[in-house]
C-alpha cells in the first residue's frame, strides 16, 4: 500500500504535460494487456489491475491540478 501513496506523491509533483504523456503510456499498455486476456497469452492477470489503477491515479492527479486552476 505504500508504495501506491508514494507513486500518488511522485505524481503530484509532475507537470499535466507529462501526466498526459503517462496517461497515454499506460492506456496502450491497458490496451496491449486486453488482447493478452482475449487471446489467453496471459499468465499474470493482476497486472490488468495494477495498469487500471495506475490510469485511475494519474486521472485523479490531473483533475486535482484542474480544479487548482
Known amino acids: ?21 503517462e496517461l497515454i503510456s499506460l492506456t496502450k499498455a491497458q490496451f496491449g494487456l ?12 493482476s497486472e490488468l489491475r495494477k495498469v487500471r489503477r495506475d490510469i485511475a491515479r494519474v486521472k485523479t492527479v490531473l483533475t486535482e491540478k484542474g480544479a487548482q486552476k
Request: without cysteine; positive net charge.
Open 1 to 21: 500500500m505504500k508504495a501506491n501513496q508514494t507513486k500518488a506523491r511522485e505524481l503530484k509533483t509532475k507537470s499535466a504535460e507529462d501526466l498526459h504523456k
Open 34 to 45: 486486453r488482447m493478452q486476456v482475449a487471446t489467453q497469452q496471459m499468465t499474470n492477470t
